[in-house]
Each structure stands twice: as C-alpha cells, then as structure tokens.
C-alpha cells in the first residue's frame, strides 16, 4: 500500500520522526508540493495525506485515493463532498492543539496588557538606568481581572480559553450554535452573537471557517462592539475582514489585537494590519510546540491504522 504526504515540513520541520507511518506502508514524504505536481506526486497511491495542500474534486476523479488525512483541524482545503460521492474516507485532527492554542491567545493578550516586549527593550536600551524614578511604563497596563472575555466558538478551544480567563478572574460570554448549559455558571453564560459583541471587553475566536461565517468580523459588526475592545484571533484568518479591523485600529474603535491568522497566508506585503496601531501578529504558530505537533503525528497514525481496520474514527466527511 502506497502513502504520500504532499506537505510534511509544516507537521515534521525535522524534530519528529515518520516511522511509525512508514510502518504501514511505502511511504513517500514532500515537504512542500505546489499545485502543478500534485496529481503526479498522488501517482498510484491509495492514502494520501495533506496539511494546506487542495485536494479537490478534479484531483479526485483523476486518482485511486481510497483515504485522505488531513493533517490539520480544518478540512476546507478537501472537498469533502467530492470524496464522499466516491467513497473516499477524509479524517482530521479534531483535538492536538488546544491548550497550545489556549496558551496563545493568553500569549497575545498579556502582551497587549503589559507590552512585556518593549518594556524589556526598553530597559535593554538603557531607559531604566537613566530613569529619575524607580519605575516607568511607555504604554498604558490593563488589567483584566473583572472584565468581560467573548468568546465565539465555544469547543474544545474555545472552553479552554474560557477556563484560563476565569482562573485570571474575567467573567465569559460564549456563543456557538450548540450549547452545554451545564457549563454555565456565575462566571459563564451562553448568549446571542449581538449581546457578546455589545458586552465584551476582549473579543477571542475559536470557530472554523464555512462560507456563512466567512468575514463575520467586519465594519458592522465592529460597529456593535464596545469602544476600546481587543480583539484575539488563533483560528482562521478569512473569520476577520482585514481592511476592516485595520481600519477600526487606527481610528481607536478597536484598542488593540492580537492574530496568529491572517486572511491570506503567507501574509501578503500590502496587507493594511502590517501597518496599523497596536496590533501584533504571530505567523500561525499556535499549534506548533513540540508537545503539540507530537501530538498530531500519533493521531495521523492512530487515524489511519483505525482506517486499516474498518473503524475509522476522525471523519468529517460522514
């Protein structure tokens, strides 16, 4: 049995090991495929595996895949439709990365509080030695203790988050389309999309991407949000209009944010948050310590000896 991985550098830069997928087959890895070679690079075999590669309907057709795995959370680069029409089995990786992810919206968050950076920058450059007073600060601290933390996309993610915020004494406004009321406490609630948006002091998103809530932060419904909030996002970048949030930066409307996702990645060099005020941006590494990506691999090998067993476990497209 033949399996490709048509982009493996992202999941294995060269700190994990494929042994274990080799085991279960002739294994051929790429590190990247760019999209002319991916119909030759697929050639002949049967599992096939993609992390940002597309995998679409034509590539379907023209090949003999009998499994895709998708090395990632978000399967929107498959077309599940496409597969499921042919009997092709498309699993994901629901579940490596949330404390990592959870850890990096605190990351971001904390840094637009204390701006823990510049202040040791600062420092390095000599502003404390030669400071009259035993303490400055160049930037406004915020505490976030007795605020209010929105959170869109209420899973697994989205809970950690909600958990963390707590424990530093924020109280949580949740919206998903599914709700366990049983984790509804004093500190939490469910509400509407309208009343988070309206009562949030720190926006955070934690949904995937479907066509009905692509650019759902936008310029109107920036316009519902309070004066001030900061807005977090280590989901997808296509959930944020750019120009928009760029815009409500540099006009104060939105104090700050925090993105780990862009709507274009790589980022594009025009993109207008490059250059607005107070924002910081990470090149979508949520998901990348070790301990994480660790984790992806041995569910990419559990997925697919469970799909080698007739019990597949992991599939979207069911």
């Not at 009997?87 to 629901?94: D, S």
């Amino acid at each position: 049995m033949k399996l490709v991985v048509l982009d493996g550098y992202t999941l294995n830069p060269g700190d994990l090991s494929w042994e274990e997928l080799e085991k279960l087959g002739d294994l051929t890895v790429y590190d990247r495929t760019p999209e002319d070679k991916i119909l030759e690079r697929i050639g002949d075999a049967e599992l096939v595996f993609t992390n940002k590669v597309p995998i679409t309907r034509e590539t379907i057709e023209k090949t003999n895949i009998k499994y895709i795995g998708v090395l990632a959370t978000g399967y929107n680069i498959v077309d599940v439709k496409a597969a499921k029409e042919k009997g092709i089995i498309v699993t994901n990786i629901p579940t490596y990365g949330t404390y990592a992810v959870a850890q990096m919206v605190f990351a971001h968050l904390l840094e637009i509080c204390h701006h823990v950076a510049a202040h040791s920058d600062a420092v390095k450059n000599g502003e404390w030695t030669n400071n009259p007073d035993w303490c400055f600060w160049k930037y406004p601290l915020i505490e976030l203790a007795g605020k209010t933390m929105g959170i869109i996309g209420f899973g697994r993610i989205g809970q950690a988050v909600g958990r963390i915020a707590q424990a530093l004494g924020m109280k949580v406004l949740a919206y998903d389309k599914f709700q366990n009321k049983e984790l509804e406490s004093d500190t939490l609630k469910y509400v509407e999309l309208d009343e988070l948006l309206a009562n949030s002091d720190v926006i955070s998103l934690h949904c995937p991407l479907f066509e009905d809530n692509k650019g759902m932060i936008n310029k109107d419904t920036i316009a519902k949000m309070k004066d001030g909030v900061i807005i977090i996002n280590t989901s997808r970048g296509p959930l944020i209009v750019d120009e928009d949030l760029a815009e409500a930066l540099n006009s104060g409307k939105v104090y700050a944010a925090g993105l780990d996702v862009v709507s274009v990645e790589p980022i594009k060099a025009d993109n207008p948050l490059l250059k607005a005020k107070n924002i910081f941006i990470t090149p979508h590494i949520a998901w990348a310590p070790k301990e994480s990506h660790q984790r992806m691999m041995d569910i990419a090998v559990d997925n697919v000896k469970k799909f080698l067993e007739g019990k597949p476990v992991n599939v979207v497209n069911n």
